[in-house]
């Protein structure tokens, strides 16, 4: 497991970091700071010395930012969406030029779209996003659907949740699944107009942990794998949610952020709030059998023993610190910490 | 290097008292206008204010915020003889868009003083919701909220009598619950021949009484303030009074046959420190969070700071003092180069002047 | 010792006139007024400061450096190596010292890369007072490097016999690099006649003083007369210089004679005046016997003392030890009258050469008004066993306290900073002493203005188990939902924190807004509330309640019957709800089909006795009465057929 491992100092803490999606293969990322006076998304280049095997990346551009960064997540390699502790939403456009750096620009500022009944800010926890459309979701517990090529608020579905709700992601174009500080699981179906009822409700856990992530499976959507505050991975079937297929102890600390590489979607990453990132990859290669086609080759639907199918890598020595968030490239990934600094992983094993 | 923020307070006379809230995001200032006032600093950095009210009929000496986990609660004290207990309530919920009023109302109004209600501290929380008070007829009273949800129903719970007028008082912040609770009441009477003037008093779990510990015949003169040091888990605490001078006593209790008897705990009385640097009266005294510095305010017009250093000794580091010069205003200049602070009304700091001196007198 | 107190001018008439009290704002800020006591019994009138006079509070913050964002690198990459060591010697290597002095190296290429990076932001700056700033930071860490360096070499590393000359030179040359760097470039013109250069001679000079006799070979060969005999001899004698070869090589003793007996012949190829012709010649030969005119001469050369010293013990005390240094430090100082000139970086080198390592502790801690040289140089003196010695020496001396006190304050004073409290708890961790204290103190003080941050350091907490720290926080969010009108999200805070009595608090408050409302709100909540119910008997009775509701709206009656009858007999109902429970169990009781049986109905029938004086009960009270007793005979009837 011959990888590469560059940190670098940037002086403020990362709580997002996203590559740009580009089919160029250049090397933009984006990161998302908190916990300063003034916050920052700042994109990054970054250039490779081949002869002393070095990375290095260099800022390209800052864009001033109010309230804490959320969350980000691109839409295309021109845009992307971000959400704000001051309870505002982002559009923010990638500006490519020849003669001066690339530079960012905010499009749409949907200001103040998660508030508290008594007039006080809330902070917009999350956002997602599929194709134009942009789902937001906040401590006030409601969710406000967006669209990229428009500042209104489409829709907001008010008092949603009677808790805070912490993260949310598209299932389907018309179906996302949010979950609370209660851990309560909720699918709601966009296409029913004026109802705040969610069309299924689950817990993640009979006893009361907190989910603090989420994410699906890139080419088997029903699979979704919450992270949660004890450091357990989940994995759900949607198809049939009422039990989880899988519960995966390991991490020491609360999962802060977990993905499937969409390249190889049966490798999984995820990073915690104890500093450990980690690699999961299956032993061996699933092969699909043409005699028993209803047998489920994804060994991350596959029901108990899964803890015996796959391999775990540790990535990083562990950080004294939280890692907050991960993303993933081919064989690259990066990652932004509690001890402002971020980290790029090169050569990743596959 | 020392940087200031300027605030206007607005009111139309001199500020008696100023309190922050457990975070040190929200300040509430009183003065002899009257009037309370709320503020509150925003993410920029500036403060705003929130609330402004006619809070008593006569000045008001002290204002003082309670734990957060009891809500947003402060309590004043006044020349008008009461002190009272205020909660911030939003008010009708609006409709979306609209912000919601946030007032200040009068939870209870402590009449029970004949006299100017001089000092007014909530109690460490780990006894639930409790204010005691002390005035100027030397009379210390001790309330509880029995249902900290319910502020209006506060019990006088102790009344405990002292020869002298008092003008100031601290609660023993100890962390442990095990410790009984202790309060230092001081007197600014002006007869030294009345004797010590700083009272110690503790709860005493069989009596069910306060009774006072001790009486530190060391302070003969008026004292104006006086203040406990946070508590790091230490067996003895250390108390700053502020009197004709600075003074740090450390109080450290003593295991004999006859407190162990009684019940009662014993007090062995040390001055750590005596400072003169302000050559003048003492009339506040201030810890900072952890304990380790003292800040003291004279009638010199100066503020100074003193701070121990790991050999327990106390040494002064640093005067504040008003000066007539115009400041130099260079605005909070954006840590990035090539960032421009979007946000207007980001806080604005200036640089403050200073002198250098060096000690005359070396102390001890 | 005699230490400057710095007075602030605080620029406000009002504040001038009247004087001025302070108060603590927060960790790193003093709040300041303009204050008059007023006597309470004076009569209560406006002072005569009432007017239109603006008074104002002034919030003052300590301005600290280590916050600029090119030191937070620093503070954070440094905080990776302080953990590094304490880790390195919890794990017992046995190879400590060695490790130790890696660790030193670390940290001094940390402050280097710092170095750097102000420097090059120097650069690019264009406003002055930012450069201004900005050359101040460089001068102070290029200080730090300096004594770090000095100290490293005296303190840290282990050096076979004590010899230090080689390190020392080291050290001046690294701090006095551009004899080697002209040098080098003069040489790289590869030309002859190199002593038309202005610099030429002073570049000679100053590589002799620094012992790169090299360096001086070079140069030398490259001047136009390099081939004239006098310059030839010169090369001879810079040949022949005996060196030590480490170790492995010669003994001291042998050295040392081998060096007398060069020495001589130096000598007396001087006295021969061989090297009249060329005076700079000369004066290089002179050095090198230690004439002492020679050295007088060239003193003004030399930029500081220390550069002066190397030298002088190269060419007269090759074998120096290491605790020998200090006497010839305070005669290289007198000779060169600095006496009275010697600024803090000075007195602080001095005291190291000295091994005064308490003087030098002290020195730093005055010098510099961020903690973070003396705290990370302390903590690393103290686990290479160099603050015990002390011990013995100074009264009242206790290694650990001292470090502990500087890591303590360091890490206190991070606690104050936004970003930079996770850093400040790592500090606190490893104070021994008081560190768990503090923590308890500082941390439920960290403004939480999301969820994600009070989640955060409720973690930071729990590692520690700090319980207390941990239930005050999440009373306080509890506490701050309900203000925000969010009931469901308070009742998940009180729950997350097994907080019976807030609990209890809220589940009435639902249960009230039931009574007004007429509906039960944050039904998505009550539906799940899992095993956390048990925290609370009111909480156990919403969720049964909630229970009921949901029985009797989906036409469940006769569990919905059950569940009544079983509310009822348990003890967790509150007074205020008793006549709800009541009046709805009427329409139950009117019911088609028979829900309750005997048993069940005098149960109904004995807790309406108990309650009949219930103010909201009376109006219904005969509905009630009648209902239960027709339900009465008809589950009667029932019952007896049944026997029958």
């Given at each position: 497991m011959s990888h590469s491992l560059h940190g670098t100092f940037v002086s403020e803490k990362i709580n997002k970091i996203r590559w740009r999606p580009d089919s160029y293969n250049s090397h933009f990322f984006v990161t998302g700071s908190i916990d300063n006076v003034e916050n920052n998304i700042k994109l990054w280049d970054f250039c490779e010395n081949v002869e002393e095997d070095d990375i290095y990346p260099f800022l390209v551009y800052n864009l001033p930012y109010c309230g804490d960064i959320t969350e980000i997540k691109f839409i295309n390699s021109d845009f992307f969406a971000s959400s704000s502790s001051s309870g505002s939403a982002y559009l923010t456009r990638v500006i490519p030029s020849y003669s001066e750096s690339t530079s960012l620009k905010n499009e749409i500022e949907w200001k103040n779209i998660h508030q508290f009944k008594n007039g006080d800010a809330s902070p917009c926890t999350s956002v997602t996003v599929y194709d134009n459309d942009i789902v937001t979701v906040g401590e006030d517990g409601s969710i406000n659907l967006l669209n990229g090529k428009s500042s209104k608020i489409l829709r907001k579905i008010d008092d949603a949740d009677s808790c805070s709700i912490q993260c949310v992601i598209f299932l389907k174009h018309n179906e996302i699944l949010t979950s609370n500080l209660r851990g309560q699981m909720k699918i709601w179906d966009l296409r029913v107009q004026d109802s705040n009822r969610p069309t299924s409700t689950f817990m993640i856990s009979g006893e009361q942990v907190t989910p603090t992530c989420l994410t699906y499976h890139p080419?088997?959507?029903?699979?979704v794998i919450t992270g949660d505050d004890l450091g357990a991975l989940t994995t759900w079937d949607l198809r049939q949610n009422t039990y989880p297929i899988n519960v995966l102890n390991g991490h020491e600390g609360a999962i802060s952020e977990v993905q499937f590489n969409p390249e190889y979607p049966d490798q999984l990453f995820s990073c915690s709030s104890a500093g450990e990132i980690w690699h999961w990859t299956t032993k061996g290669e699933a092969v699909p059998s043409l005699l028993t086609p209803n047998v489920e080759t994804n060994v991350w639907l596959a029901p108990d023993n899964v803890k015996n199918k796959l391999d775990v890598f540790t990535l990083m020595p562990t950080l004294g610190k939280p890692i907050n968030s991960l993303d993933l490239n081919r064989n690259r990934v990066i990652c932004g910490c509690d001890n402002e600094a971020i980290y790029l992983i090169n050569g990743v094993n596959l | 290097m020392l940087e200031a923020q300027d605030i206007q307070a607005e009111h139309k006379d001199l500020i008696h008292d100023v309190a922050y809230d457990y975070y040190g995001r929200r300040m509430a200032t009183c003065s002899s206008d009257q009037y309370v006032k709320v503020w509150d600093q925003t993410t920029e950095g500036k403060w705003i204010q929130t609330s402004s009210w006619k809070a008593h009929s006569g000045s008001v000496w002290k204002v003082t915020w309670a734990h957060p986990e009891f809500g947003q609660v402060l309590a004043t004290c006044s020349f008008d003889r009461t002190a009272a207990v205020w909660e911030e309530i939003v008010g009708e919920l609006p409709g979306p868009g609209e912000r919601g009023t946030r007032h200040w109302v009068r939870r209870t109004n402590l009449v029970d003083s004949r006299t100017s209600v001089t000092d007014v501290k909530f109690g460490p929380k780990s006894q639930g919701l409790q204010l005691a008070t002390c005035s100027a007829e030397g009379i210390i009273r001790i309330y509880e909220a029995p249902d900290v949800m319910n502020l209006s129903q506060w019990t006088l719970q102790h009344e405990v009598q002292s020869k002298l007028p008092c003008s100031c008082l601290s609660w023993n912040p100890s962390l442990n619950k095990l410790h009984p609770q202790m309060i230092a009441v001081g007197s600014d009477d002006a007869n030294p021949a009345n004797g010590g003037k700083v009272f110690i008093y503790e709860y005493n779990e069989n009596s069910r009484r306060w009774t006072k510990l001790e009486t530190i015949g060391s302070v003969v003169e008026p004292v104006h303030d006086i203040a406990f040091s946070p508590n790091l888990g230490r067996s003895y605490h250390i108390l700053a009074i502020a009197t004709k001078d600075v003074r740090i006593v450390n109080l450290t209790p003593v295991e004999d046959e006859q407190s162990l008897q009684s019940g009662v705990t014993k007090l062995d009385v040390q001055t750590m420190a005596q400072f003169e640097d302000h050559n003048s009266l003492v009339w506040r005294v201030c810890w900072n969070l952890t304990g380790t510095v003292l800040c003291s305010t004279g009638d010199d017009g100066c503020v100074r700071m003193f701070k121990m250093n790991y050999i327990n000794s106390w040494k002064p580091v640093a005067v504040l003092k008003g000066d007539s010069s115009k400041a130099q205003c260079s605005s909070n200049n954006a840590a990035n180069g090539n960032a421009v602070t979007a946000f207007s009304g980001t806080a604005r700091y200036i640089k403050l002047g200073s002198i250098s001196q060096t000690r005359e007198t070396p102390w001890h | 010792m005699e230490k400057e107190i710095k007075t602030f001018l605080i620029p406000n008439d009002l504040c001038k006139r009247a004087g001025i009290a302070g108060t603590w704002l927060a960790l790193d800020q003093i709040s300041v007024f303009a204050y008059e006591k007023r006597n309470i019994r004076q009569k209560d009138q406006p002072s005569h400061f009432a007017s239109t006079t603006q008074s104002s509070v002034f919030h003052l913050r300590q301005?600290?450096?280590?916050?600029?964002p090119i030191l937070r690198k620093l503070v954070n990459e440094s905080n990776g190596v302080f953990l590094a060591i304490q880790s390195l010697i919890s794990s017992k290597n046995a190879d400590l010292r060695l490790e130790l002095f890696k660790i030193s190296r670390q940290y001094r290429s940390i402050i280097r890369a710092c170095l750097e990076n102000l420097q090059d932001e120097h650069t690019k700056s264009e406003k002055s007072d930012e450069k201004l700033e900005l050359q101040n930071y460089i001068t102070v860490f290029y200080s730090i490097e300096c004594i770090w360096h000095l100290c490293e070499i005296l303190f840290i590393d282990t050096m076979p016999g004590n010899l230090v000359l080689s390190q020392l030179l080291e050290w001046v040359s690294f701090h006095f690099p551009e004899y080697e760097r002209n040098a080098a470039s003069m040489l790289a013109e590869n030309v002859v006649g190199l002593e038309t250069r202005s610099e030429y001679w002073d570049t000679v000079l100053g590589a002799l003083l620094q012992g790169r006799i090299k360096l001086v070979r070079a140069l030398l060969k490259q001047h136009s007369s390099s081939d004239n005999s006098t310059y030839r001899l010169a090369e001879q004698i810079l040949k022949a210089m005996p060196t030590f070869n480490g170790p492995g090589g010669s003994s001291l003793n042998e050295l040392n004679m081998q060096w007398r007996h060069w020495t001589m012949d130096v000598q007396s190829k001087i006295d021969s005046k061989l090297f009249s012709t060329e005076k700079n010649l000369d004066l290089m030969m002179r050095l090198i016997v230690g004439e002492e005119k020679a050295w007088i001469e060239i003193q003004d050369k030399c930029e500081v003392w220390y550069a002066y010293l190397a030298g002088w013990l190269f060419f007269t005390e090759p074998t120096v030890k290491s605790f020998e240094l200090g006497q010839f430090a305070k005669r290289a100082i007198t000779k060169l009258r600095m006496n009275n000139q010697m600024k803090q970086l000075d007195k602080v080198l001095l005291a190291a050469m000295e091994f005064d390592i308490f003087q030098v502790i002290k020195e730093i801690q005055h010098m510099y008004d961020n903690g973070w040289f003396v705290s990370h140089l302390t903590d690393l003196l103290y686990h290479c066993d160099r603050l015990c010695d002390l011990e013995k020496e100074v009264p009242d001396f206790s290694a650990e306290k001292l470090r502990e006190s500087f890591i303590l304050d360091y890490g206190t004073t991070l606690m104050g900073h936004k970003s930079l409290w996770q850093v400040g708890l790592t500090y606190l961790d490893h104070c021994p002493n008081d560190g768990l204290q503090v923590i308890e103190l500082l941390l439920p003080r960290i403004h939480m203005d999301t969820e994600a941050k009070a989640q955060k350091v409720v973690r930071e907490a729990k590692n520690r188990e700090l319980n207390n720290v941990v239930q005050s926080v999440c009373k306080v969010q509890g506490m701050l939902s309900m203000r925000r009108g969010r009931l469901g999200n308070a009742l998940s805070w009180a729950l997350k924190s097994q907080d019976g009595p807030f609990t209890s608090f809220l589940a009435d408050e639902f249960l009230q807004n039931y009574i007004k409302s007429g509906r039960l709100s944050s039904t998505d909540l009550l539906d799940n509330l899992g095993s956390g119910m048990l925290v609370s008997d009111r909480l156990i009775f919403l969720g049964k309640y909630y229970e009921f509701h949901k029985l009797y709206q989906s036409g469940d009656y006769r569990e919905a019957a059950a569940l009544l009858i079983s509310l009822l007999a348990s003890k967790i109902i509150p007074k205020y709800f008793w006549y709800i429970l009541l009046i709805e169990s009427i329409p139950l009781l009117e019911s088609g089909d028979l829900l309750f049986s005997s048993n069940d109905t005098f149960t109904i029938m004995h807790c309406m006795e108990e309650k009949k004086d219930v103010p909201e009960l009376k109006d219904k009270l005969d509905i009630l009465r009648l209902a239960a007793t027709r339900n009465l005979s008809r589950a009667l009837t029932f019952e007896a057929q049944i026997i029958e």
């Open positions: 080419t088997q959507r029903h699979l | - | 301005d600290v450096v280590l916050f600029h």
